[in-house]
């Protein structure tokens, strides 16, 4: 009990450190739509004269956010487009990702397991699947397709369960292509607003290099719906013959 008390206890104070480095340095101001419109100049300026610590630090503040289930990450794939375009930053955001999902996959499956096990595991039904490991991979990958259950929950159910390593590591990536390329694309139609001296506002969805991405994201979420609908009439068709 008390081992699994101080492993708690480390995260928790790795946690407080990284809001604290926000706070102090009023990283907050940057991750807003507000942020971006006053302060995207220096942003890039930043960025063009420190390229290498630039991207250590958002590589790392990136891993640290999804390894300890803090969010935001959102954001930063928005800023990934905003700042390496639409290829480099899609890549980029993958690698960071998947990089700190395994970092709390393995937190949690070696350090947190006693303690997240008595919290998570009567949710197990929304990744595990009766027909065995290769329905559980494909029910994971679907989940990632459509942002609807937050990610970090899914990385904490997944290492709870006991779900391998090397099928977390295949689905998750998989599974979030989609969603990091599109508000990659996102990222990258604020930028190109910007290059007119545009600010970010509700009009500026009806630019194509906006709104093409958002459709794209509402479609993916509704995916699911029709799939269930078309389903459940297969399902009716078939009762009543």
């Known amino acids: ?8 206890l480390g995260l928790f104070i790795v946690i407080v450190i990284l809001l604290a480095i926000f706070e102090r340095y009023h990283l907050w101001m940057y991750l807003s739509v507000d942020g971006f419109n006053r ?46 375009g639409p290829i480099v930053g899609s890549v980029l955001v993958i690698f960071c990702y998947l990089t700190g999902a395994v970092v709390n996959f393995i937190l949690v499956r070696f350090l947190l397991y006693d303690l997240l096990h008595k919290h998570f595991s009567h949710l197990r039904h929304i990744i595990l699947k009766e027909n065995g490991l290769r329905s559980t991979a494909i029910n994971l990958i679907g989940l990632r397709f459509i942002p609807v259950i937050p990610f970090w929950l899914l990385n904490i159910v997944a290492a709870v369960v006991q779900i391998p390593l090397w099928v977390f590591v295949i689905t998750t990536f998989l599974g979030i292509i989609p969603t990091s390329a599109i508000y990659v694309l996102i990222g990258n139609g604020v930028r190109i607003q910007m290059q007119y001296h545009q600010p970010v ?41």
């Open 1 to 8: 009990m008390k081992r699994t008390l101080f492993k708690f």
């Open 39 to 84: 302060y995207h100049d220096e942003i890039l300026h930043f960025e063009q004269h420190h390229i290498f610590e630039f991207t250590a630090f958002y590589i790392a503040a990136y891993i640290a956010l999804i390894a300890c289930c803090i969010p935001g990450t959102i954001l930063f794939d928005l800023l990934a487009g905003f700042i390496y």
């Open 201 to 241: 506002t509700l009009n500026s969805l009806a630019n194509p290099t906006l709104l093409g991405p958002l459709v794209l994201l509402g479609l993916l979420i509704l995916i699911p719906n029709l799939v269930r609908s078309y389903r459940k009439k297969q399902q009716s068709q078939a009762n009543h013959e």
